[in-house]
């Protein structure tokens, strides 16, 4: 049983818990917040019997193999370096870091802590029905791939405080906590079509601004060699599409390319062939079975193997995404902050 400390006390943290509990390798002994009593507060329902409200202490002192950092994005990178150099095993909400001099940083700090280990929580990738995907995506390119439309947008309640003016502003709507749509759900969207078509050649942004300065919402093109794949993400406006890949006449539809739940191949005839593949109702727990197998067999061959292909697509995605802020003049103050 792995035993696991939490950084951040969210909805997301309850599903994480959530999911944990499920595949039965976890047990939450350790929660760090702001204060004891907020700790305390959420830890206690799930069984945690350590509580901190100070960082360095939680990780020099905390009896947990496992931590699982679920704060405001500009804070991933200082944290994701106390649990390193105090040799945890480090599952990081996405987007894992700000830049790529951050991501750059936290992989010379993890050669020089060869028994740490850092995973980004990106939960699509890790299911089945998402692999199957990947795979009838494969013999789509095959045969001339058009491209693709990825759609995540959802409607944040937060944004009622910036609508009314209510001050302070939430986090994820701020410059200083390197907020903004593309760095909450965008980062899906771009996750999709890494894992689906690699590295783009070129990107370009074009936000919709809040008036706090992160991007609202916008629409994204990132340019391959024989296509292109247009994304469109936002927090301020619900949007019911699915996300489509296209091929010459055939087509694979996602109900969602984040909480996927159906996959249908649309052939030539315009047939439909639906995935079939297991989906967890939590779906969040393939991607915790995926980390915990890895994080009790840390140096099976087999294990490492998948390990690099996810910190290799994990990379690709921070560049991307500051490829595409760069092309939107979106700064934030993390950019300018490197040791």
Known sequence: MLKLGIIGTHIITDQMLDAAKTTGKYQLTTVYSRTLARAKEFGEPYGATEFYDDLNKFFEEGDFDVVYIASPNSLHYQQVRLAIENDK????????????????????????????????????IHTPLYQQALEKVDSMKQNHCQGATITVMKYSSRYDKVLADDKPYPNIFTLKFAGG????????????????????????????????????????????????????????????????????????VFDSIFNTKQVTYYDADQNAHPLDAPVEKNSMTDEMNDFADLFNNPDDEGEMKKYKHWMDLARTVNSVMYSMRQSANLIFPADNDQE
């Open 89 to 124: 095993f480090i599952i990081v909400e996405k987007p894992a870091f700000v830049n790529p001099d951050e991501f750059s940083a936290i992989e010379s700090l993890l050669a020089a802590h060869p028994k740490a280990r850092l995973v980004e929580a990106a939960r699509h």
């Open 181 to 252: 749509a593309l760095m909450d759900l965008g980062v899906y969207a771009v996750y999709g079509a890494v894992t689906l078509f690699g590295e783009p050649s070129t990107v370009v942004y074009y936000p919709t601004l809040a008036k706090t300065g992160v991007d609202a919402k916008g629409v994204a093109i990132l340019n391959y060699q024989d296509f292109s794949v247009t994304l469109n993400f936002g927090k301020t406006s619900n949007s019911h599409l699915d996300s489509e890949v296209y091929g010459l006449k055939d087509t694979l």
